[in-house]
């Protein structure tokens, strides 16, 4: 096992940090997750899969081994009725992170994350609901203190007062904090702070690093990211998710599938089954994590609809060399648009009409 391991502002300060979210969605499609109702079930009942998950990101370059218990809080459990899996399902998915980030595949040991989120029971009116949602942040950080967490990472929140309110709680173990939120298609978050008043808000009140994350693909999160950079002082994190978001339609909820669909989804939205189509290709996720880290952002990531490859052209895009390189597209050597000398030429000529 390797010994050697930086804190995450010692790594921010020389260089480019890659995290790799959307676990929820990457783990529903291959096949371990109801989607819809997305509790991480998958770290109790297939362990094996999402260390696997894990592994796959880390050798595509994530510095990063976020633990996933998103949706993983006790609000989700009641819902589901199975509250008492609330503890096993925490450390199970904390003890598999740790396992993954301690045995790195280079030199320097991986930072593990323990990670809460939106509880989507904050009532901006409603003092009790935002107790509650206190409580089980408390719960989830003293069990990712107790695993071993490097870092905490609290994300996709969509009212700034529970993200402060996640701040808050993170701050109390003393471990590095990152912070991100996720506002929805009005361009403000939901109690009415505008997302770069919020972001300096999360600043003022000691996150190490703020930023965004999730609902919001390339185009739609890169204007605000902007913004953000240049009033913060900070580190900013910059994790978009990997669809063709744009001006009409900010997020991916309501997205509509002008691609040709000719089979709709049962529900009313192409979110979250249908998205497929409108997924951004692997250059325009490279161009964005390149953009970001020209603006001086050097926690870079990919949230829902991240898979192992785009981890690793987000890692290229910034100038990293990871394992998965190794593997990176070589056209040279196609059948038929490669221009390697072996290829036919009666092969070659035919690339137009293929
Ligand atoms: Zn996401």
């Known amino acids: 096992m390797s010994n050697k391991k930086r804190n995450l502002i010692e790594r921010l300060n020389s260089g480019p940090v890659i995290c790799a979210e ?15 109702e997305f509790v991480p079930m998958v770290s109790l009942e297939n362990p094996k899969a999402l260390e696997n998950l894990h592994r796959d990101f880390q050798h595509s370059g994530s510095d990063i081994v976020q633990a996933f218990t998103y949706n993983g809080h006790r ?43 939106n509880s989507n029971i904050w009532n901006q009116e409603d003092k009790k609901s935002q107790l509650e949602v206190e409580k089980m942040f408390r719960e989830m950080v003293g069990w990712a203190v107790d695993e071993g967490a490097d870092i905490l990472i609290g994300e996709t929140f969509y009212y ?21 939120i996720a506002p929805y298609g009005e361009n403000i978050m939901r109690d009415g702070v505008s997302i770069l008043d919020t972001c300096k808000e999360l600043e003022q009140r000691g996150g190490d690093v ?25 580190h900013v994190a910059a994790l978009p998710i990997t ?37 951004c290709n692997r250059y325009e996720i490279r161009k964005f994590a390149k953009e970001a880290f020209q ?9 829902c609809g991240a898979t192992p ?17 190794r593997y990176r597209e070589n056209m040279e050597n196609h059948y038929m648009y ?17």
């Open 22 to 36: 959307g676990f929820l969605f990457e783990i529903e499609k291959r096949g371990y997750m109801a989607s819809g």
């Open 75 to 117: 609000e989700k459990m009641r819902v589901i009725g199975k509250e008492e899996l609330l503890e096993p399902l925490n450390r199970a998915a904390l003890k598999i992170a740790k396992k993954v980030a301690t045995s790195p595949l280079g030199e320097e040991q991986n930072l593990m994350a323990g990670n809460i989120s």
């Open 160 to 180: 700034a007062e529970e993200a402060y309110a996640a701040l808050k709680v993170m701050k109390e173990t003393g471990l590095p904090s990152v912070i991100t």
């Open 210 to 234: 703020v930023g965004m994350n999730c609902h919001r693909g390339p185009d739609t999160m890169m204007p605000y990211l902007r913004e953000v950079k240049k009033v913060l002082k900070c």
């Open 243 to 279: 669809y063709r978001t744009n001006k009409d339609h900010p997020t991916f909820f309501n997205l509509p599938d002008n691609n040709g669909c000719t089979c709709k989804t049962p529900h009313e939205t192409t979110f979250p089954t249908a998205l497929d189509p409108m997924q």
């Open 295 to 303: 603006l001086g952002i050097n926690y870079i990531g990919v949230c």
């Open 309 to 325: 490859m785009l981890i690793r052209e987000v890692a290229e895009a910034v100038g990293l060399k990871v394992p998965a390189s």
């Open 338 to 354: 490669g221009k390697n000398k072996r290829i036919p030429k009666h092969i070659k000529d035919y690339r137009s009409k293929a």
